[in-house]
């Protein structure tokens, strides 16, 4: 089955910096990697995605890339701001077959510093 | 349109005990799925109903977990009986369509037992 690896486990970045968190997926077959973002104590929210047939996209102050090769994805986050802080997580499935449950990323907790 | 809902939000058990959560899709989405968080690790997913259907059960740790959407509406996930390691937060999500986009979560059933 798929194993997704997330890392860091916790990001500390200043107001304004930009923030990465990267993700390794193992299925080859997998080719659709949304991201959630999870608020304390709300539902988890996706913030954007991507297929297996572009490398990037972005929206905004986010950004994902994907490197099929090495099998692994990143989210970016452009002038961060107080409330960017959250948990972050990323996940990775195959879109098409009959199973189409996400695999989850352990979480990054992103912290913005004032 | 309203979301995903989960009853209860929060529920303290003891070992032994038998709890039933329960989840609302958002209407109209055939797909539902369950998600468990224990705390500090990945979302894991469980299961994936489509309509009344269990699409894919492989996440279901064993056969103390069972779930149900008799009808294809809202679904219960029991747990009998609750050991230590069944705390956690339980997530279910719903979609319209099985092979793109985006899941709606519900806010999670937080479960812990003593």
């Known amino acids: 089955g798929e194993n997704v690896e997330q890392h860091p486990s916790t990001l500390s970045v200043q107001e304004g910096d930009s923030a990465v968190i990267k993700c390794t997926y193992s299925?080859?077959?997998?080719?659709?990697f949304p991201w959630y973002k999870q608020e304390l104590g709300k539902r988890p929210q996706l913030i954007i995605d991507?297929?297996?047939?572009?490398g990037e996209k972005k929206d905004q102050r986010i950004a994902v890339t994907l490197n099929k090769t090495a099998k692994h994805f990143s989210l970016h986050i452009t002038e961060t701001q107080p409330e960017d802080s959250a948990v972050y997580f990323c996940?990775?499935?195959?879109?098409?077959?009959?199973?189409?449950?996400?695999?989850f990323g352990k979480g990054t907790h992103l912290i913005i510093q004032p | 349109e309203a979301g995903v809902t989960q009853f209860p939000s929060h529920s303290v058990i003891e070992k032994g005990q038998t709890v039933t959560l329960r989840c609302d899709p958002i209407?109209?989405?055939?797909?539902l799925y369950w998600y468990r968080r224990v705390m500090g690790k990945e979302i894991k997913f469980l299961l994936h109903?489509?309509?009344?259907?269990?699409?894919?059960e492989s996440g279901m740790p064993n056969n103390r977990f069972l779930a149900e959407r008799t009808g294809g509406t809202y679904s219960t996930l029991k747990v009998q009986p609750a050991e230590l390691e069944d705390s956690g937060v339980y997530f279910c999500?719903?979609?319209?369509?099985?092979?793109?986009?985006?899941?709606?979560f519900g806010e999670g059933s937080r479960l812990t037992v003593l």
């Open positions: 999500a719903s979609s319209r369509q099985l092979n793109t986009g985006e899941l709606f």
């Open positions: 299925d080859s077959a997998s080719n659709y």
């Open positions: 991507i297929r297996s047939n572009v």
């Open positions: 996940a990775a499935t195959y879109s098409g077959g009959g199973a189409d449950g996400l695999t």
């Open positions: 209407s109209g989405h055939d797909n």
């Open positions: 109903f489509v309509k009344e259907s269990k699409q894919d």
